[in-house]
C-alpha cells in the first residue's frame, strides 16, 4: 500500500509561483508513474501532469504546459510540481497520484493511490 502525502500549497498573488511536493512511502517509489491532477469547488477532478516511473517522458494539460513543470527526486521518494505564472482560475485543491509501472495517462482510472491533497489559492 502507497501513501501519499502532499504539501507546499498556500496562497499566492497572480504571477507568483508555488512547488508542491508529494511524499511517497510503502512501495518502490521509482516504479511507479506520478501524476498531479486538480479540482476546483464544483467541477471535476483534471489532470495537471504526469511523469513516467522511468522518469523518461512528462506529459501536462494544455492549460498548464510552459507554466508548470513535474520532476521526481527518486532518492527523496518525491515528486514535486513547480508551478509558476499563476493565475486565478489555477485555484483548486491539488491531488498527487500513483500508479505502478503505469502508462503516462490524464485519466484518474489510471492511478490506484492518491494523496488527501493540498489546497493552492491564487488571487487576481
Known amino acids: 500500500q502507497v501513501q501519499l502525502v502532499e504539501s507546499g500549497g498556500g496562497l499566492v498573488q497572480a504571477g507568483g509561483s508555488l512547488r508542491l511536493s508529494c511524499a511517497a512511502s510503502?512501495?518502490?517509489?521509482?516504479?511507479?508513474?506520478m501524476a498531479w491532477f486538480r479540482q476546483a469547488p464544483g467541477k471535476e477532478r483534471e489532470f495537471r501532469a504526469a511523469?513516467?516511473?522511468?522518469?523518461?517522458?512528462?506529459y501536462y494539460a494544455d492549460s498548464v504546459q510552459g507554466r508548470f513543470t513535474i520532476f521526481r527526486d527518486n532518492a527523496k521518494n518525491t515528486v514535486y510540481l513547480q508551478m509558476n505564472s499563476l493565475k486565478p482560475e489555477d485555484t483548486a485543491v491539488y491531488y498527487c497520484?500513483?500508479?505502478?509501472?503505469?502508462?503516462?495517462?490524464?485519466?484518474?482510472?489510471?492511478?490506484?493511490?492518491w494523496g488527501q491533497g493540498t489546497q493552492v489559492t491564487v488571487s487576481s
Open positions: 497520484a500513483a500508479a505502478f509501472r503505469g502508462r503516462l495517462t490524464t485519466t484518474q482510472a489510471g492511478y490506484t493511490y
Open positions: 510503502g512501495g518502490t517509489f521509482s516504479s511507479y508513474t
Open positions: 511523469i513516467s516511473w522511468s522518469a523518461s517522458g512528462t
